[in-house]
């Protein structure tokens, strides 16, 4: 199937005074029409910085970097001007954010916001079939009282609905993707759920593709196809979301998954947090960027960067645990293959340390895609 975008090799920075920050350092990916990825990490590991680049919303003193190229069927946008964007935006992808208080304008009323949206693009759509439809979306958009929406004030509505709106504003000009960055991070877990489904309603009505950002390994498991795990700026690890829950080889990836509440835990049982902090991206790491906080970093993980592995069908690792030239004497586990050969398999029973049993009981639910 012909990609909806691919990211080629994406560098992007933000000159400070404090140095160059490398927020995303090389990162390639693809996303193919209907497809939902979830695009998962920790604040400042650079997820949210590659979705803006999406939509050309990369501002000084941030910078593309040369050789970065974006394509949108087939299409390079990557060299648009910022009249080019601003046909682009909106269009052919909309982005929704965590906090709609915020990104909604608090002195224009709903109905408006939503028209004006779709007029900017729709130019010869007519006052009442702008209505008609702004009506109509907020209805798909979950909203009981439409029409009574449309005459109110963002700050009459509830967070929920206010995500809602912020939903049916992106999705007014029939995009062919929508990002999501935190959707549902400042709402409660019934809200949450709700807005989840509501997009997954609104993407089998559209053939829409979704590319989720967020931090919730939960969220995840509710609405991926393809997880892509992000640190310091690079893809640690990305697969189907099966694989990346029952499968998961990074470090990175078993921490994220560890720190997911399990309704199994025992009572009083605390969540595993990540100790440390993500590295200074004015000066990365000249290896793995995890290795300060990995209980597994060799010393090769402090020298090198790890080269991709594919270590299951459509499912990539970045680590060095998954490389014969690494020395694992050390490790508290063992690893019983390779991955030089293309397409090798780590044996399932490579673990017997703690960190290692839980990792290879971290998926917890199954995606049944
Ligand atoms: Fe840990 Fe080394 Fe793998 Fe990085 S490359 S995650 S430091 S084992």
């Known amino acids: 199937m012909k990609p909806l975008i691919e990211v080629q090799d994406l560098a992007v920075s933000y000159d400070t005074y404090a140095g160059e920050v490398q927020s995303v350092r090389g990162v390639s990916f693809r996303i193919l029409k209907g497809q939902t990825v979830a695009l998962v990490g920790e604040s400042g590991c650079g997820k949210s910085v590659t979705a803006k680049t999406l939509m050309g919303l990369i501002e000084k003193p941030g910078r593309v970097k040369e050789g970065s190229r ?179 080889w990074h470090p990175y990836t078993w921490s994220l998954l560890n720190s997911v509440p399990r309704i199994d835990a025992a009572k009083g049982q605390k969540l595993a947090a990540i100790e440390g902090n993500i590295p200074d991206m004015t000066l990365p790491p000249k290896g793995c960027g995890f290795c300060e906080r990995c209980p597994y970093a060799m010393n090769v993980c402090r020298e090198y960067m790890p080269d991709g592995a594919k270590v299951r069908e459509g499912h990539e690792v970045w680590c060095w645990l998954t490389d014969n030239r690494a020395d694992k004497s050390g490790l508290p586990f063992r690893i019983e293959r390779n991955f030089e050969a293309k397409g090798a398999g780590i044996s399932e029973s490579r673990s017997t340390g703690k960190e290692g049993e839980r990792a290879a009981g971290a998926g917890r639910k199954t995606d049944g895609r």
């Open 70 to 248: 974006i394509f949108y069927e087939g299409e390079e946008i990557s060299g648009y001007d910022e009249t080019k964007w601003n046909g682009f935006r909106g269009k052919e992808i909309s982005m929704i954010f965590q906090d709609a208080l915020v990104s909604l304008n608090p002195t224009m009323r709903i109905g408006k916001q939503i028209k004006e949206n779709l007029s900017n693009h729709f130019p010869k759509i007519g006052r009442q079939e702008q209505e008609n439809r702004a009506v109509e979306m907020l209805r798909k958009a979950g909203i009981p009282d439409a029409e009574l929406c449309m005459g109110k004030y963002p700050h009459e509505l509830s967070g929920g609905m206010r995500q809602r709106v912020m939903i049916a504003m992106a999705m007014i000009t029939k995009p062919k993707m929508l990002i999501a960055d935190e959707p549902t991070t400042s709402l409660d877990v019934t809200i949450q759920a709700q807005i989840l489904e509501l997009m997954q309603e609104l993407q089998e009505e559209t053939g829409m593709s979704i590319l989720m950002i967020t931090h919730d390994m939960g969220v995840v498991a509710d609405i991926a196809d393809e997880i892509i795990v992000m640190y310091a700026g690079k893809i640690a690890e990305r697969g189907s979301c099966r694989e990346v829950f029952y499968h998961p």
